[in-house]
């Protein structure tokens, strides 16, 4: 059975990772993954690389987009085709109904949100057979303005493959494989430059008080001039690191050396990242806002309620607590284990491909 995966990214971050992950495995239980993908894309080179079928199938020519998709339809009659980006929701209905006179056999549309825009999509609810939605916080986001929504979506959380090294973080002064030469305490937020950095860069004036020598790591594409000048304003350039973006692979090895991973983003869809640290053994302390709640609610780290002030607080009182932060990451490990792994994943991607074929 043939299941189309659809982006149109010209960048590769956690959505694009998503579809990598689940066509690696959904061969296994039969389905076949073509993709269909922007020809100036990053995504289009990490399919071919790893000899997955695909069509570029968008382009700057947004007009002849629907017409290539069509032509892409036909020529590998899919069982499934999965929307892997909200703004391509529209172009894949026009080519699928383009593309239907000349099919065996309607393909179901699946479409897939991963975040919480709660905008409204006219057709939807009666065109597309059904909607993932990678978290409840995203998906709950969408009902008011698309009536009779929930009844067609599937909550499915992301899930990663388990780290195959099993990391031992007891040494609080243990070599760093990504950090190297940095100390105890370490602390991290990864994500695009556009959820809220600038908000760790003013608890790192209360963390740096508290921790002279403390690193505060930023990791994330995007432009960094606000950052820099707001970390310079403070004169706190010896305790930041803006990293840029780093290779998925070098991930592990990232929250390895981390003591803490944080987030003071408070619209997060889900987070890959953040059961990327439980994974690691590194226990997080977010915001108690978002899609990352249905991940820290579970264990393995903090959700805050307030401000900055508190935020920096409870990072403060787990650094100083090396038995409590120590027993956190054992449990978020435990958690991932049991909730976010890969196999879970597409476990469940595989039960709903089922059902909607059914």
Known sequence: MKVVLVNNSTMVSG??????????RIGQFGFDPVFFVHEEGVLNQKV????????????????????????????????????????????VLAGSLLARPWLKRKPKLLAVFQTPTARSYPLLTTMYDGVIATSEYTGASFYP?????????????????????????????RERR?????????????????????EL???GVKLCAAFPEITIAIVGGGGTDLLTKRIAAYGLEKNFILTGRIPREQIPDLFYDLDLSVSTHRNEGFGIVHI????ARTPVIAYNNGGLVEIVRKGGGILVNGVTDDFSREI???????DRRLAMGEEGRRVFEENFTLDMMVKNHIEYFHELLS
Request: hydrophobic content about 40%; glycine content about 6%.
């Open 15 to 24: 959505g694009e990772e998503y579809l990598l992950d689940l066509a690696q």
């Open 48 to 91: 071919k690389e790893r000899g997955y079928r695909f069509h570029p199938v968008f382009n700057r020519q947004k007009v002849a987009v629907p017409f290539r998709i069509a032509g892409a339809i036909r020529a590998e009659e899919p069982e499934i085709i999965l929307v892997a980006r909200e703004h391509n929701i529209y172009a």
């Open 145 to 173: 303005k698309n009536p009779g929504l929930e009844q067609m979506t599937r909550i499915i959380h992301y899930g990663i493959p388990v780290p195959e090294c099993q990391p031992d973080k007891t040494d609080k002064n």
């Open 178 to 198: 990504v950090l190297k030469g940095r100390k105890f305490p370490i602390i991290g937020m990864v994500g695009e430059l556009w959820k809220n950095q600038d």
């Open 201 to 203: 860069v003013d608890a």
């Open 276 to 279: 990327e640290s439980l994974a």
């Open 316 to 322: 403060i009182t787990l650094l100083n607590n090396d």
